[in-house]
Protein backbone atom coordinates (compact mmCIF):
# COMPACT_ATOMS: atom_id res chain seq x y z
CA UNK A 1 0.00 0.00 0.00
CA UNK A 2 0.97 3.39 -0.53
CA UNK A 3 1.51 6.29 1.88
CA UNK A 4 0.74 9.79 1.07
CA UNK A 5 1.98 12.96 2.76
CA UNK A 6 0.59 16.29 1.72
CA UNK A 7 2.16 19.53 2.43
CA UNK A 8 1.82 23.33 1.70
CA UNK A 9 -1.59 24.25 3.35
CA UNK A 10 -1.76 27.56 5.13
CA UNK A 11 -4.08 30.77 4.86
CA UNK A 12 -4.18 33.17 2.02
CA UNK A 13 -6.46 36.02 0.91
CA UNK A 14 -8.57 35.70 -1.62
CA UNK A 15 -6.77 36.06 -5.22
CA UNK A 16 -4.00 34.80 -3.81
CA UNK A 17 -2.11 31.38 -4.52
CA UNK A 18 -0.80 27.85 -2.99
CA UNK A 19 0.62 25.25 -3.86
CA UNK A 20 0.44 21.42 -2.29
CA UNK A 21 2.11 18.73 -2.31
CA UNK A 22 1.66 14.99 -2.30
CA UNK A 23 4.90 12.85 -1.86
CA UNK A 24 3.95 9.51 -2.13
CA UNK A 25 5.88 6.40 -0.87
CA UNK A 26 5.68 2.65 -0.64
CA UNK A 27 4.79 0.63 -4.05
CA UNK A 28 4.12 3.05 -6.74
CA UNK A 29 2.96 1.26 -9.79
CA UNK A 30 2.21 3.25 -13.44
CA UNK A 31 -1.10 2.32 -13.46
CA UNK A 32 -2.31 4.57 -10.27
CA UNK A 33 -4.43 7.35 -10.04
CA UNK A 34 -4.06 10.25 -7.67
CA UNK A 35 -6.58 12.39 -6.91
CA UNK A 36 -7.36 15.51 -4.20
CA UNK A 37 -10.42 15.77 -2.40
CA UNK A 38 -11.45 18.62 0.26
CA UNK A 39 -14.07 18.50 3.19
CA UNK A 40 -14.69 21.73 4.60
CA UNK A 41 -16.65 21.95 7.87
CA UNK A 42 -20.29 20.70 8.32
CA UNK A 43 -19.60 19.22 4.58
CA UNK A 44 -19.27 15.84 2.99
CA UNK A 45 -15.51 15.33 1.34
CA UNK A 46 -15.93 16.34 -2.50
CA UNK A 47 -13.53 15.66 -5.44
CA UNK A 48 -11.33 18.55 -6.70
CA UNK A 49 -8.94 16.83 -9.28
CA UNK A 50 -7.05 13.74 -9.81
CA UNK A 51 -4.39 12.73 -12.51
CA UNK A 52 -3.20 9.59 -13.76
CA UNK A 53 0.70 8.83 -13.16
CA UNK A 54 1.21 6.41 -16.18
CA UNK A 55 -0.41 9.07 -18.91
CA UNK A 56 -0.68 12.18 -17.03
CA UNK A 57 -4.35 12.28 -17.82
CA UNK A 58 -6.10 14.73 -15.57
CA UNK A 59 -9.87 15.51 -14.73
CA UNK A 60 -11.15 18.56 -12.54
CA UNK A 61 -14.60 19.34 -10.51
CA UNK A 62 -16.01 22.21 -12.42
CA UNK A 63 -15.73 24.91 -8.93
CA UNK A 64 -12.31 24.46 -9.48
CA UNK A 65 -11.23 24.19 -13.52
CA UNK A 66 -9.24 26.87 -14.87
CA UNK A 67 -8.32 27.61 -11.35
CA UNK A 68 -6.39 24.66 -9.99
CA UNK A 69 -4.03 22.82 -11.46
CA UNK A 70 -2.77 19.31 -11.02
CA UNK A 71 0.63 18.24 -11.89
CA UNK A 72 3.00 15.10 -11.12
CA UNK A 73 6.53 14.48 -10.88
CA UNK A 74 7.37 11.02 -11.87
CA UNK A 75 11.15 10.94 -10.35
CA UNK A 76 9.98 12.45 -6.82
CA UNK A 77 6.74 10.50 -6.66
CA UNK A 78 5.05 13.79 -5.97
CA UNK A 79 1.69 15.14 -7.04
CA UNK A 80 0.85 18.83 -6.97
CA UNK A 81 -2.22 20.56 -6.73
CA UNK A 82 -1.68 24.70 -8.00
CA UNK A 83 -4.47 26.73 -7.16
CA UNK A 84 -4.81 30.24 -8.08
CA UNK A 85 -7.46 32.84 -7.76
CA UNK A 86 -8.36 31.31 -4.34
CA UNK A 87 -11.78 32.08 -3.05
CA UNK A 88 -13.18 31.49 1.00
CA UNK A 89 -14.99 28.87 -0.45
CA UNK A 90 -12.25 26.67 -0.86
CA UNK A 91 -11.47 26.53 2.66
CA UNK A 92 -11.18 23.33 3.37
CA UNK A 93 -8.74 20.13 4.66
CA UNK A 94 -7.11 18.93 1.43
CA UNK A 95 -6.66 15.39 1.36
CA UNK A 96 -4.46 13.31 -0.94
CA UNK A 97 -5.49 10.02 -2.21
CA UNK A 98 -4.13 7.47 -4.40
CA UNK A 99 -6.34 4.62 -6.57
CA UNK A 100 -4.47 1.45 -7.30
CA UNK A 101 -7.83 -0.18 -9.26
CA UNK A 102 -6.34 -0.04 -12.82
CA UNK A 103 -10.02 1.80 -13.91
CA UNK A 104 -9.04 5.40 -14.50
CA UNK A 105 -9.89 8.17 -13.31
CA UNK A 106 -12.73 8.07 -10.72
CA UNK A 107 -14.29 10.69 -8.51
CA UNK A 108 -15.53 9.40 -5.80
CA UNK A 109 -14.04 9.30 -2.40
CA UNK A 110 -14.83 5.39 -2.20
CA UNK A 111 -12.84 4.50 -5.57
CA UNK A 112 -9.31 5.43 -3.46
CA UNK A 113 -8.05 3.35 -1.04
CA UNK A 114 -4.77 4.93 0.59
CA UNK A 115 -5.84 8.78 1.80
CA UNK A 116 -2.55 11.22 3.47
CA UNK A 117 -3.74 12.83 6.72
CA UNK A 118 -4.77 16.52 5.25
CA UNK A 119 -3.49 19.88 5.08
CA UNK A 120 -5.57 22.75 5.88
CA UNK A 121 -6.14 25.33 3.39
CA UNK A 122 -7.87 28.99 4.81
CA UNK A 123 -8.62 31.42 2.74
CA UNK A 124 -9.84 35.23 3.98
CA UNK A 125 -11.78 37.54 2.27
Known amino acids: QVQLVESGGGLVQAGGSLRLSCAASGRIFSWYVTGWFRQAPGKEREFVAA????????NYADSVKGRFTISRDNAKNTVYLQMNSLKPEDTAVYYC??????????????????WGQGTQVTVFS
Open 97 to 114: AADASMLGIRRMASAFQS
Open 51 to 58: ISWSSGTT
